[in-house]
């Protein structure tokens, strides 16, 4: 190979900076996965899937207490909804004790992509 095709090789590679490649055309993501995975919606470090406490609240019961919409919400920007106050938000913040707290605890660090967060979302009404 010349010089010049393996240089402009090298540069389109460094161009694509990593975690912002499409994913591959007929993905499916699996929200289980992406609940479990460091790399995804990493929702392990700070949730349970049974009634444990451990950072957050246990996640057992999550469908009978939450409607999915407010889930989509909620995994999109969790702060935005804990100020709405929304009739399930403050349903959440008196289990909490936290009525009074301005922030919520709960950091989404990993941008999900919308099918991600729609199967996170179908994921946690599981529960
Ligand atoms: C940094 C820790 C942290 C991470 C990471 C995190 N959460 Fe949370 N989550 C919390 C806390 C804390 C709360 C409770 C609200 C509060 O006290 O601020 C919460 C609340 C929730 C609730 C509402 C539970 C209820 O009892 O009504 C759901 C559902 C939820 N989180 C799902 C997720 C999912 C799914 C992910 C992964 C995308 C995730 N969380 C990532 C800390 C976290």
């Known amino acids: 190979m010349k ?8 540069l389109a590679l460094a161009a694509c900076p990593a975690g912002d490649h499409k994913e591959a055309a007929g993905y499916k993501p699996d929200g ?11 929702c392990i470090t700070c949730h349970r899937v049974t009634a444990e406490k451990y950072v ?16 989509e919400r909620w995994l999109a920007d969790p ?6 106050n929304g009739a399930e938000t403050l349903d959440l913040k008196k289990r909490m004790n936290a009525e009074t ?24 009404m599981t529960l």
């Not at 010049?4 to 090789?9: P, R, V």
């Not at 009978?64 to 889930?71: E, I, K, M």
């Open 3 to 10: 010089y010049w095709a393996m240089a402009g090789f090298a």
């Open 32 to 42: 289980k996965y992406i609940f479990n995975n460091a790399a995804k919606g990493n």
């Open 56 to 71: 957050g609240p246990g996640l057992a019961g999550t469908g009978a207490l939450h409607s999915r919409a407010w889930l």
């Open 79 to 84: 702060q935005k909804v804990w100020n709405e």
């Open 101 to 124: 707290r301005k922030f919520t605890g709960m950091k989404v660090i990993n941008l999900l992509q919308d099918a991600e967060r729609a199967a996170l979302a179908d994921y946690l």
